[in-house]
Protein backbone atom coordinates (compact mmCIF):
# COMPACT_ATOMS: atom_id res chain seq x y z
CA UNK A 1 0.00 0.00 0.00
CA UNK A 2 1.25 3.41 -1.07
CA UNK A 3 0.80 6.39 0.86
CA UNK A 4 1.29 10.19 0.23
CA UNK A 5 1.85 12.82 2.62
CA UNK A 6 -2.51 14.14 1.08
CA UNK A 7 -3.44 10.72 3.03
CA UNK A 8 -2.15 12.56 6.15
CA UNK A 9 -4.23 14.89 8.51
CA UNK A 10 -2.77 18.15 9.02
CA UNK A 11 -2.28 17.09 12.90
CA UNK A 12 -0.91 13.38 12.02
CA UNK A 13 1.72 14.99 9.29
CA UNK A 14 2.77 17.61 12.47
CA UNK A 15 3.34 14.37 14.90
CA UNK A 16 5.11 12.17 12.71
CA UNK A 17 7.29 15.82 12.18
CA UNK A 18 8.11 15.98 16.06
CA UNK A 19 8.98 12.57 16.06
CA UNK A 20 11.46 12.88 13.24
CA UNK A 21 13.13 15.79 14.84
CA UNK A 22 13.54 14.24 18.19
CA UNK A 23 14.93 10.80 16.66
CA UNK A 24 14.06 8.60 19.37
CA UNK A 25 11.50 7.04 21.29
CA UNK A 26 8.82 9.90 22.68
CA UNK A 27 6.23 9.39 25.58
CA UNK A 28 2.85 10.66 24.92
CA UNK A 29 3.31 13.95 27.70
CA UNK A 30 6.36 15.15 25.84
CA UNK A 31 5.33 14.62 22.14
CA UNK A 32 1.90 16.62 23.29
CA UNK A 33 4.34 19.40 24.77
CA UNK A 34 6.78 19.22 21.42
CA UNK A 35 4.11 19.39 18.93
CA UNK A 36 -0.01 18.18 18.78
CA UNK A 37 -1.45 15.70 21.06
CA UNK A 38 -1.61 12.29 19.43
CA UNK A 39 -5.37 11.37 19.83
CA UNK A 40 -6.53 7.15 19.83
CA UNK A 41 -7.94 7.71 16.44
CA UNK A 42 -4.47 9.18 14.74
CA UNK A 43 -2.49 6.52 16.30
CA UNK A 44 -4.41 3.38 15.35
CA UNK A 45 -4.11 5.17 11.45
CA UNK A 46 -0.62 6.13 11.49
CA UNK A 47 0.34 2.58 13.21
CA UNK A 48 -1.69 0.72 11.27
CA UNK A 49 -0.28 2.53 8.19
CA UNK A 50 3.37 1.21 9.94
CA UNK A 51 4.74 4.85 10.29
CA UNK A 52 5.00 4.52 13.75
CA UNK A 53 5.18 1.99 16.54
CA UNK A 54 3.79 3.10 19.84
CA UNK A 55 4.33 0.31 22.81
CA UNK A 56 3.45 0.97 26.50
CA UNK A 57 6.75 1.80 28.95
CA UNK A 58 6.97 2.65 32.27
CA UNK A 59 2.99 2.92 31.82
CA UNK A 60 3.13 5.04 29.10
CA UNK A 61 2.61 5.19 25.42
CA UNK A 62 5.78 6.03 24.11
CA UNK A 63 6.61 6.51 20.05
CA UNK A 64 8.63 6.19 17.15
CA UNK A 65 9.07 6.23 13.50
CA UNK A 66 9.17 3.57 11.67
CA UNK A 67 11.86 3.22 8.69
CA UNK A 68 8.67 3.78 6.24
CA UNK A 69 7.72 6.70 8.45
CA UNK A 70 11.14 8.65 8.09
CA UNK A 71 10.36 8.29 4.26
CA UNK A 72 7.47 9.69 4.30
CA UNK A 73 8.64 12.56 6.14
CA UNK A 74 11.21 12.88 3.50
CA UNK A 75 8.08 13.21 1.04
CA UNK A 76 6.42 15.65 3.34
CA UNK A 77 9.29 18.02 3.57
CA UNK A 78 9.19 17.76 -0.28
CA UNK A 79 5.02 18.45 -0.20
CA UNK A 80 4.08 21.35 0.73
CA UNK A 81 1.52 22.62 3.44
CA UNK A 82 -1.32 21.19 3.52
CA UNK A 83 -5.02 22.44 2.51
CA UNK A 84 -5.82 25.31 4.72
CA UNK A 85 -2.58 25.49 5.82
CA UNK A 86 -2.25 28.80 8.26
CA UNK A 87 0.56 31.51 8.48
CA UNK A 88 2.54 28.96 10.60
CA UNK A 89 2.43 25.85 8.83
CA UNK A 90 2.79 27.09 5.62
CA UNK A 91 6.18 28.62 7.48
CA UNK A 92 7.03 25.32 8.92
CA UNK A 93 6.46 23.86 5.34
CA UNK A 94 9.32 26.61 3.46
CA UNK A 95 11.82 26.03 6.03
CA UNK A 96 11.19 22.14 5.32
CA UNK A 97 11.72 22.50 1.40
CA UNK A 98 14.53 24.41 1.95
CA UNK A 99 15.90 21.81 4.15
CA UNK A 100 14.79 18.94 1.26
CA UNK A 101 16.69 20.98 -1.18
CA UNK A 102 19.88 20.70 0.76
CA UNK A 103 19.67 17.30 1.47
CA UNK A 104 19.11 16.66 -2.38
CA UNK A 105 22.03 18.54 -3.22
CA UNK A 106 24.23 16.69 -0.56
CA UNK A 107 22.95 13.37 -1.13
CA UNK A 108 22.08 13.39 2.22
CA UNK A 109 18.92 11.72 4.24
CA UNK A 110 16.57 12.88 7.07
CA UNK A 111 18.70 10.71 9.45
CA UNK A 112 21.86 12.35 8.27
CA UNK A 113 20.33 15.84 10.08
CA UNK A 114 17.70 14.84 12.32
CA UNK A 115 19.94 11.21 13.74
CA UNK A 116 23.23 13.01 14.95
CA UNK A 117 23.86 11.37 18.39
CA UNK A 118 23.04 13.85 21.31
CA UNK A 119 25.66 15.51 23.18
CA UNK A 120 25.38 14.90 26.93
Same mark, same amino acid.
Given at each position: ?????????????? %??? %?????????????????????????????????????????????????????????????????????????????????????????????????????QP
Amino acid at each position: MSITPADLTGTERA %VLL %VLMAECRPVPNPELAALGPRLEKPARDKLNRLGLIVSERSGGRLVHELTDRGWRLCRDIAGDGPPPRSTGPAKTLYTVLAAVDRHLERSNLSLADVFGAARQP
